[in-house]
Every structure is written in C-alpha cells, then in structure tokens.
C-alpha cells in the first residue's frame, strides 16, 4: 500500500469547513483513496473513499486531485463531536494484505 | 447485533497469566485484523487473516501472542505470560475481500495487566 502523509493537528470552529490534507504522491492506478477517524476511546469508523472522481455521502466530501497525488477531506459544518484523529489510507480494493494506519491528524473542532 | 463484537470489553490481570480476547466479526467477511492501541498512542497492527490463507502474523510483538480463527468466524487472541506493557486496547475488525479497505471496527477489549 501507498505511504501517506497528513499533519499532525488541525483546528477548526465550529459550524465551519473543516478541510483535512493528505498526501499519497505514490499511490498507484488501482489504489483507493480511503478515510477513517477515531473518536477518543472509540473504534476507528470509515467515512468515506474514491478512486479518481470526487466523493459526497451523509458524513463528508472527498475530494482527489486530477493526478491522485493528493486529497482532501471535507466536513462542511463541523461540531464538537468531529473532534478526533483522522486517518488517510490507501489500498486497493480488492486485497490479500493487511492495512496499516498512520499516524493520523488530530481534528480538534472548538466552540 | 450485525457489527464486530469483541469481548470481554474488560480485563484486569496479574502479570504472568494468560488471556484471551475474542472477536465476533461480521457474517460472511473474510479478512479479520486485530490491532493494539496502547494508551495515547497509534493503531498497530498485529495479525491479519484471510479467508484460508496462511495469516499474516508480522505484527505480533512477541511469540508470547498468537491468534486462532476458527472456521474462518470467531478469532481469539492469546496473550500469555502477560507483562505490565501489554496494557492496551485490542481492537478487531472485519471487511470483505471485494472491499478490502472498508474495515468495520469492534469497540475493543480493554486490558490492564496490574
């Protein structure tokens, strides 16, 4: 799988955008583009993930360059319960190899 | 419940016994994960199992952990001899082969190793 790279900590207020980065400059043709997030004492939930087209369901925006070298996740109103360690992953979607988690950004939405 | 159930949510030891931590995954997923996460820290993997093949067990810290899947269902983990630094969270998880990346997570089991 793809390496990837996301900042440690963001800030956001809430009911604002809250626009995640990650970038995975290696990724290859038949690698997805994936997103979780851990809330503190939680298991890490799925949000959401795309290939090459931009992404939209109930949770979040996903939004890929027109290369796949970068991408962004958008909470377009962001609470306080959005508050947790974002996860940027990439894969293919059809895989016999375990998945690995990085080190994540810490979202932390402020009132 | 449809989801990953992982029991017992708790346990508390003593240093040098043996435990075990069970994992329930979705019905009909193939690939099942067990992950640590000791407090404050990142999600590290520990073994990987898929369908009949042979499991990935790279991750295990040490030959004192080892990992069944009986049936390709219930997963058990087993610590033995455990020490104060396996205190963490274990956490399970569940996908299908055809959506590899898409991981349902269970809501762990809690050690403490006193």
């Known amino acids: 799988d793809a390496k990837t790279t996301q900042p440690p900590s963001m800030d956001c207020a809430e009911g604002r955008a809250a626009n995640l980065p990650c970038n995975h400059s290696t990724i290859s043709g038949n690698e997805y583009v994936y997103w979780y997030r851990q809330i503190h004492s939680q298991g890490p939930q799925y949000i959401i993930h795309?290939?090459?087209n931009n992404e939209t369901n109930e949770m979040a925006s996903l939004i890929i360059t027109e290369d796949r070298k970068s991408s962004t996740l958008i909470l377009p109103h962001a609470t306080l319960r959005d508050t947790a360690v974002y996860y940027c992953i990439v894969r293919e979607e059809t895989s016999g190899s375990r998945l690995t988690f990085g080190e994540g950004t810490q979202l932390t939405v402020n009132p | 419940g449809a989801g990953v159930s992982q029991s017992p949510s708790n346990k508390v030891t003593e240093k040098g016994k043996d435990v075990e931590l069970r994992c329930d995954p979705i019905?009909?997923?193939?690939?099942l994960y067990w992950y640590r996460q000791s407090l404050g820290q990142g999600l590290e993997f520990l073994i990987y199992?898929?369908?009949?093949?042979?499991?990935?067990k790279s991750g295990l810290p040490s030959d004192r952990f080892s990992a069944e899947r009986t049936g390709g269902s219930v997963s058990t983990l087993t610590i033995q001899r455990t020490q104060q630094e396996d205190s963490a969270v274990y956490l399970c998880?569940?996908?299908?082969?055809?959506?590899?990346?898409?991981?349902?997570f269970g809501e762990g089991s809690r050690l403490t190793v006193l």
């Open positions: 199992f898929q369908g009949n093949s042979a499991p990935d």
């Open positions: 795309g290939l090459k």
């Open positions: 998880a569940s996908s299908l082969f055809r959506a590899a990346g898409e991981l349902f």
């Open positions: 019905s009909g997923h193939t690939a």
